[in-house]
Each structure stands twice: as C-alpha cells, then as structure tokens.
C-alpha cells in the first residue's frame, strides 16, 4: 500500500484515499478519485508558481488567487525536467556528432580489433 501524509493533519494515509480518515480533508478532486487535488501552503496562491499560470494557458475560474488546483504543475520543477532533458539530448547529440566526425579513426580501431583477434585466436 502506497501511502502519502494529509496536508491538513500529517497523518500517513493511503495514496489512494479521497479523503482523510482522520480529518476528513479532501485528498483528491472532487468526483475524480484518480486525480491529486494540489493545496496551497498557508496564505499563497498556487497560480504564484505554476506553469499554466505563467505561460497565460490557464483557464481556472479561482486564477490568479486558487488556493486548490487539479492542474497544477510547478513552473521551477518543470523548468528542472526541460532542462535535465536538455542536457541528455546534447549529450546524444554531442556523441552522435563525434561519431560521425571519427569514422575514419572509428574504422580503423576496428581492423586493428579483428586483427588483434585473429592472431590470438592462431597463437
């Protein structure tokens, strides 16, 4: 059983659980169990930090003040992964280019391999 903590009372519940059995706090939006309702610390706004709200594709009735979101998506965290992403391209990229810029030297390692094999294989 997956488990994850009330924002309300901290308690450990159930990942699944649409509402705390402890506080009664809704955990999940309203009428979609599957979906994680996302709450706001204290007095700020999750609009503050989201992604939707930052790009103006969000079309939330309660925006720019919503306290609660299904559709939230924190705009550094996300930045994190585009730029994590990023970097692994440029490094297949980087790898492929060199690759290509090396055949020559590339080809050349591999006849010195089979040659290699071969004379241990006759000795």
Same mark, same amino acid.
């Given at each position: 059983?997956?488990?994850?903590? @009330?924002?309300? @009372?901290?308690?450990? =519940?159930?990942?699944?659980? =649409?509402? @705390?059995?402890?506080?009664?706090?809704? &955990?999940?939006?309203?009428?979609?169990?599957?979906?994680?309702?996302?709450?706001?610390?204290? =007095?700020?706004?999750?609009?503050?930090? @989201?992604?939707?709200?930052?790009?103006?594709?969000?079309?939330?009735?309660?925006?720019?003040?919503?306290?609660?979101?299904? &559709?939230?998506?924190?705009?550094?965290?996300?930045?994190?992964? &585009?730029?994590?992403?990023?970097?692994?391209?440029?490094?297949?990229?980087?790898?492929?280019?060199? =690759?290509?810029?090396?055949?020559?030297?590339?080809?050349?390692?591999?006849?010195?391999?089979?040659?290699?094999?071969?004379?241990?294989?006759?000795?």
């Amino acid at each position: 059983m997956k488990t994850a903590t @009330c924002p309300r @009372c901290h308690q450990p =519940v159930n990942s699944q659980a =649409v509402t @705390c059995p402890y506080c009664g706090t809704q &955990l999940k939006a309203y009428g979609h169990p599957g979906i994680p309702l996302h709450r706001a610390n204290g =007095v700020d706004y999750l609009c503050d930090s @989201c992604t939707y709200h930052n790009d103006d594709s969000c079309n939330f009735p309660q925006r720019p003040y919503a306290q609660e979101c299904t &559709l939230y998506e924190n705009f550094a965290e996300h930045e994190l992964e &585009l730029q994590q992403l990023t970097q692994a391209k440029n490094f297949s990229i980087t790898f492929r280019n060199w =690759v290509r810029h090396n055949q020559t030297l590339l080809l050349l390692l591999g006849l010195l391999f089979i040659c290699f094999a071969i004379a241990l294989s006759m000795s």
